[in-house]
């Protein structure tokens, strides 16, 4: 989608290294998403934010973190990938909470930790 | 501990005839339901959603039903075209809550 640019779109990464995904909106949406998306399991939250500096943790937030210093870039950190971190990683924003909303999702980071 | 499940992983129909889509949720406190679509290599996209105050809405050939005494939405689409053909994501949530649990998905194929 336009509005929203995830990158990389793929990463190959040893493990215990730390890894950085990023998400980028041009449409000024209050609210942004990391969710992955494994077999089986469909897609998880992992972190939201509502805001700048704003941000609450997911159903799967252990070994992540995140951070959103403006409006339009929301980072995603692996602090010490692990293989069960191999996921499409998928970030999401929208104007409001879910009520009333869909979700505009990103294209996706493919990870694979090796 | 799965909040969303379809049972279906895959569902194949002819081209015309008429696709349904199916959901189960356990937690009673999901009011607000969304259907997603996607295709390969690309990000979900949101398609219909209903909320807990209806049973069902429409838009175009896309219909959700809502039954909530059996925790149950489905999704009808008729007629089936082959570009519908696609994984389809059932999510719900709570009122004001940003945790949007999804389904596993069901890959629907609609043969010409």
């Known amino acids: 989608d336009a509005g929203i640019t995830q990158s990389p779109r793929h990463k190959v990464t040893e493990t215990g290294t730390p890894v950085t995904l990023r998400c980028h909106q041009t449409e000024n949406h209050r609210y942004m998403y990391w969710y992955r998306q494994d077999p089986g399991h469909g897609l998880r939250l992992i972190h939201y934010?509502?805001?700048?500096?704003d941000t609450d943790k997911g159903e799967v937030s252990d070994g992540y973190s995140v951070s959103r210093s403006k409006t339009e870039d929301f980072l995603l950190t692996l602090e010490s990938a692990t293989s069960s971190q191999t996921s499409v990683y998928f970030c999401a924003i929208s104007p409001g909470t879910v009520w009333g909303y869909g979700y505009t999702f990103g294209s996706g980071t493919r990870l694979t930790v090796v | 501990d799965q909040q969303v499940k379809q049972n279906s992983p895959s569902l194949s129909v002819q081209e015309g005839r008429i696709s349904i889509l199916n959901c189960d949720y356990t937690n009673s406190m999901f009011d607000y339901f969304l259907w997603y679509k996607k295709y390969p290599a690309e990000g979900p996209t949101f398609l219909i959603s209903i909320s807990s105050i209806k049973d069902k809405n429409e838009d175009g050939r896309f219909t959700v039903f809502l039954n909530k005494s059996a925790k149950h939405l489905s999704l009808h689409i008729v007629p089936s075209q082959p570009g519908d053909s696609a994984v389809y994501f059932c999510?719900?949530?709570?009122?004001?809550?940003?945790?949007?649990?999804f389904g596993a998905g069901t890959r629907l194929t609609v043969k010409p």
């Open positions: 999510a719900a949530s709570m009122y004001n809550n940003n945790d949007m649990r």
């Open positions: 934010s509502y805001g700048v500096k």
